[in-house]
């Protein structure tokens, strides 16, 4: 096994979400994730501190990314132009290896309660990083948490949707125009 091999990081996510979908979550051990990345288990712990935290790899990065393109947009945007533009920045760190195991994360989560209460903590904190930089920008708590919220089911549609396309577009267009989609359909619960 190559010690220090570039892209350890991606084929532990990579090895785990395979062997969650063929074996399931709790049978696969921390040690045939690193063997079927072709790293040592050291290496795995280098990287994650259990195999839970493998579904949320890039969550501090795409929170930070949500933050920033929410914080730059335009001085007049309103709350939902400002969660586009986060959503919008945040899509460069959805790649090709995202939309790859797209599928099989979506299987492996459905099998384990484990990795459906770690995927809703990631909503939550998703959510909550967006919150934060609207209250920076001066909105409201209601309105900046309502905000946030529709961001991360705006992700996750735009998510659903993208990872299901045949077409080679980025993320962030699905991201978009998910919002936009349920910015329209919160107008007409009134």
Excluded: C, N
Excluded at 160 to 169: L, V
């Amino acid at each position: 096994m190559a010690r220090w091999e570039p892209g350890a990081r991606e084929r532990l996510v990579v090895a785990a979400v395979d062997l969650f979908t063929e074996q399931g979550y709790d049978a696969t051990t921390v040690a045939q994730i690193a063997e079927r990345a072709g790293v040592t288990k050291s290496t795995f712990f280098r990287h994650f501190p259990d195999k839970r935290e493998l579904l949320v790899a890039g969550q501090e990065t795409l929170s930070r990314l949500l933050a920033e393109g929410i914080a730059e947009a335009p001085a007049g945007a309103s709350p939902l132009e400002a969660v586009a533009a986060g959503l919008d920045r945040a899509s460069g760190a959805i790649g090709p290896m995202s939309r790859q195991i797209a599928p099989r994360l979506k299987a492996a989560v459905a099998a384990s309660a484990e990795l459906q209460e770690r995927d809703a903590l990631k909503s939550v904190s998703l959510a909550a990083a967006m919150t934060a930089a609207l209250v920076a920008r001066g909105v409201p708590e209601a309105v900046a948490a309502l905000a946030g919220e529709l961001g991360v089911l705006a992700f996750k549609r735009g998510y659903a949707a993208w990872s299901e396309s045949e077409r080679g577009e980025q993320f962030g267009p699905y991201a978009v125009a998910a919002l936009q989609e349920l910015r329209a359909a919160s107008a007409s619960l009134s």
